[in-house]
């Protein structure tokens, strides 16, 4: 079964520094992964996603994705963080074609 | 702008009342979905409509009703809801195509208050 995991309930990090949220996936099959950040009060927003090709994915607002398959991971990173980053970020996998499974979401405070 | 748009926002609702909950999209994509999400809880899936067909019913009790009428337009019925019912409701579409993995889209959500 498709699965993802967020082991961090939350990262603390510094304004201007690097930050990594963590992913990693269980799949049959060839992953096809995502990110997605929510503000306060706000749907779910895609950042980015991994089909196939370069390991490293770039998306929105400068955040990009490291695909790590001997380690199964997905992380999140971002070279220097800001304060408008803080948000709630879920990692998900498809399970069918038109279906996803959401990790348990890993909240990010960047303090100024 | 998010392209997907629910309403109402917030709903406070007694346990004996009844009321729907609206989500459009004019993105022209063709599946849709409601995810109910809690507090220290994952997002839970819980009915999808793919060309306005039902494709999946994780399990939800049948105080909650879906209905799709078109592609553009989904609503999820509400009657004799519990407590832990409360939580935010969210809507998502996403165009699907075989051999494809798009992202979905989402909506801000209805909060929703059983008292």
């Known amino acids: 079964a498709q699965s993802v995991a967020q082991p961090e309930d939350q990262v603390n990090v510094a304004e201007g520094n690097p930050l990594t949220v963590k992913c990693t996936y269980s799949?049959?099959?060839?992953?096809?992964l995502f990110w997605y950040v929510q503000y306060p009060n706000r749907g779910l927003q895609f950042l980015l996603k991994y089909i196939t090709g370069d390991n490293l994915v770039k998306g929105s607002y400068g955040f990009e994705a490291e695909f790590n398959k001997s380690q199964t991971s997905f992380h999140l990173k971002k070279p220097s963080a800001l304060v408008s980053d803080s948000a709630l970020y879920f990692c998900a996998v498809r399970r069918d074609t038109d279906k996803l499974i959401f990790g348990t979401g890993t909240r990010l405070q960047v303090f100024p | 702008e998010t392209g997907v748009t629910q309403t109402p926002r917030h709903l406070v609702m007694g346990m004996t009342n009844k009321k729907s909950l609206k989500c459009e999209q004019h993105?022209?994509?063709?599946?849709m979905y409601w995810y109910k999400q809690s507090a220290k809880k994952p997002l839970e899936l819980m009915f999808v409509y793919n060309f306005k067909e039902q494709t999946e019913n994780n399990s939800v009790p049948s105080r909650f009703s879906p209905e799709c009428p078109n592609s553009s337009h989904l609503f999820l019925h509400l009657h004799t809801l519990q407590p832990e019912d409360s939580a935010l409701y969210l809507c998502?579409?996403?165009?699907?195509?075989?051999?494809?993995?798009?992202?979905?889209?989402f909506g801000d959500g209805t909060r929703l208050s059983i008292l």
């Open positions: 998502a579409s996403s165009l699907q195509r075989q051999g494809q993995a798009q992202p979905q889209h």
């Open positions: 799949v049959s099959g060839n992953p096809y």
């Open positions: 993105l022209g994509h063709n599946a």
